[in-house]
């Protein structure tokens, strides 16, 4: 049969990719994981497979790649990352993946070996937690920020860090007269300031992450701060999942 | 997850012995008032309290005990809320926070039923200002004098003139000492707790040293535990006598080639105070890699090679202005590449410590220098000694692993 998957179990979505014995993308899908694990995993797996998975190599990663017993192997998410963007692009890259909970920042070189990463979970700033927290407070929902900050025509800035400081700044800026597209804008603008503040970027960048996936006005911000050249791949959520299934086919293959 | 076998160290039940007859004396003098008790920072000027026959009791010691078996978690709120705030070290506020609640871990370990009650308290600043403010707050409590040193830090090289300001220091402090102990000082007394407290520390190098072995000899969580005497009971000849003890299994690894972590494939730095809730968690996560910390500047810390006998005011106030957390960057990235080369490291690890300015060093782009000097990776984890509200497990092995990995990859 040939096939290899990848399932990368993160705090907010659980995400499965099958490859083919070439590392083709043949199946994937993307669920939340919410509080049972064995379940989210059992969705992502059978959707993405279209079946059982019986005899089928798995490589599990993320946040919770130690609870799966019946995986083959294991990777943390900074390797099945940067693997799965090596892949997109055989280049000495940065990836900056910005997840529910979490954010990473990964510098490749020509091959594709880690040079150095960082992870920021300290808190919410930079990550999705922190948008859909605001989004809910200013009472916008989620799909329609991206839209929205599209339509600023001005660029205010969120200096605080921690969700709770950063609801009462806006709130004074929305007294102050700053219309609701321009805070969305703002909000964005914020998550990548928080990612920036972690490592320079520069040269290649590609992003990736569910926010990414679902935002698209985050990469327009990053192509207008960035001096290099800044991609996205074809599935950004599924870089992860996509790098195990790799790892998977090479380690099981 | 995989269980990890250890090779347990057999002098553990001498350590036991020696840091219970350091808690039960200090008991015993505290009831009895058959001594008197100082209390003295780490790296304070606890030679100089011996000869003048106090015992010496170290709060830092105790905050660290509190991190150990994670009651500061307990505690670190009760003193947040009476105005020391969660920023500052939590080994002040686990430790007052204990104090207020009337608590003491000495109790359960060794029947103690208070912490010693000081007759003086004892700082030198060397090592940070909290041990001022901490030494404060019981001499308020207590009612008792502070008698400490000031000492400048982020030195670029220990200048005479600063030396000769601490030698002066630690000479005034004698009267004051005197008339608290009740006795005089003898030069001579202070002379031969110096030479003891000089041999502890030769005796702790070479310990430390064994780990230059391949594969070590112990690993960073080992020697977090078995320094205690060389803090408690330097300046005693127990803690050398234990410290033979514990060189010669040691060494018995050594050539037997037997490593502290099975199958030794990584050999690591740590930078930085150790999380003393999290050392078991820690050394499984490393040694589940196959990694070994070898080599810290942490543990290295109560080495005090410039202890000279013959000179004891000022080899003493040089030594204790030389330490590693007074010197400036410079001084800190020569004496950690040094080590880095001796113990033969592929990788360093940072522990930025939320709530200790002072002994987290990766703050001011060493982290990055250094990999670029000496050609290794760093990590970077962020957490905390004693507060484990900032420290998150989960972030931490990841971090870990993923470190690793990229070891065996490149
Ligand atoms: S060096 Fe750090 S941990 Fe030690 S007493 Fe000072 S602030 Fe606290």
């Known amino acids: 049969m040939g096939l290899y998957a990848g399932i990368d179990i993160g705090s907010c979505t659980t995400k499965a990719v099958v490859v083919d014995q070439e590392g083709n993308m043949v199946g994937s899908h993307v669920c939340r994981s919410g509080i049972d694990y064995q379940k989210a995993v059992e969705e992502a797996l059978g959707t993405a497979l279209g079946g059982k998975w019986d005899g089928i190599p798995i490589l599990s990663t993320g946040y919770g790649r130690h609870s799966l017993e019946f995986a083959s192997g294991t990777k943390t998410e900074i390797a099945c990352h940067a693997r799965g963007a090596f892949a997109y692009v055989p280049r000495a890259l940065t990836l900056v993946d910005i997840g529910g909970q979490d954010n990473k920042v990964i510098k490749l070189d020509d091959k594709g070996h880690r040079l150095d990463f960082r992870m920021n979970r300290k808190c919410a700033a930079g990550t999705g937690t922190f948008i859909e927290e605001i989004a809910t407070r200013i009472g916008i929902p989620l799909e329609q920020m991206d839209g929205m900050a599209r339509k600023a025509e001005k660029r205010v800035k969120i200096g605080s860090y921690c969700t709770v400081f950063a609801q009462t700044e806006i709130l004074s800026l929305i007294r102050a007269g700053v219309s609701p597209e321009e805070v969305a804008r703002g909000v964005f603008e914020s998550v990548v300031d928080r990612v920036m503040e972690m490592i320079p970027l520069a040269d290649l960048v590609m992003l990736c992450g569910g926010v990414v996936a679902h935002n698209p006005v985050v990469v327009d911000i990053f192509k207008a701060r960035v001096s290099g050249e800044v991609i996205v791949p074809p599935h950004p959520q599924l870089t992860g999942a996509y790098g195990a299934a790799l790892i998977a086919r090479e380690s099981f293959g | 997850m995989q269980e990890i076998k250890r090779v347990a160290i057999k002098a553990t039940t001498q350590f036991k012995a020696v840091m219970a007859q350091h808690f039960l004396e200090l008991d015993e003098a505290a009831r009895t008032k058959n001594k008197k008790v100082a209390w003295c920072s780490s790296v304070g000027p606890a030679e100089l309290a011996l000869s003048l026959g106090f015992l010496v009791y170290y709060y830092e010691n105790h905050a660290a005990i509190l991190g150990t078996n994670r009651t500061a978690m307990d505690y670190i709120p009760i003193a947040n809320a009476h105005g020391y705030s969660p920023d500052i070290c939590s080994y002040l506020t686990s430790d007052i926070g204990a104090y207020l609640k009337g608590e003491t871990p000495l109790t359960k370990a060794y029947g103690i039923e208070k912490i010693p009650r000081p007759d003086v308290l004892l700082y030198n600043t060397n090592q940070c200002r909290e041990v001022y403010d901490w030494v404060n707050f019981y001499a308020k409590e207590f009612k008792v004098p502070v008698v400490g040193i000031n000492t400048p830090r982020t030195q670029r090289q220990v200048r005479d003139d600063v030396v000769q300001s601490v030698t002066a220091q630690l000479e005034e402090m004698v009267p004051q000492l005197e008339e608290i102990a009740g006795r005089p000082f003898d030069i001579d007394e202070f002379r031969e707790v110096l030479a003891t407290s000089r041999e502890c520390s030769r005796l702790w190098e070479e310990v430390l040293g064994t780990a230059k072995a391949k594969p070590s000899t112990i690993t960073f969580s080992d020697a977090c535990i078995h320094m205690g005497p060389a803090v408690v009971m330097r300046g005693r000849k127990e803690a050398n006598e234990y410290y033979r003890i514990l060189l010669a ?72 202005c030389s330490i590693f957390i007074g010197q400036d960057d410079v001084g800190k990235e020569d004496y950690i590449a040094e080590k880095v080369e001796q113990f033969s490291i592929d990788g360093l690890i940072f522990h930025d410590a939320k709530t200790c300015p002072s002994n987290t060093n990766c703050r001011y782009g060493m982290a990055d220098r250094l990999s670029e000097r000496l050609g290794i990776p760093h990590l970077t984890i962020n957490g905390d000694l004693n507060d484990l509200r900032c420290f998150s497990e989960e972030q931490t092995i990841t971090n870990i692993e993923a470190f690793v990995e990229q070891i065996e990859e490149s």
């Open chain 2, 249 to 320: 299994e040691l060494k018995e690894r050594v050539e037997q080639g037997i490593g502290a972590v099975e199958g030794e494939r990584h050999r690591f730095y740590w930078e930085g105070m150790p999380i003393w809730g999290k050392l078991r968690m820690m050394s499984d996560t490393f040694g589940r890699l196959k990694a070994c910390v070898s080599v810290s500047t942490y543990c290295s810390s109560w080495v005090f090679s410039g202890f000279d006998p013959k000179d004891p005011f000022q080899s003493m106030a040089r030594a204790y």
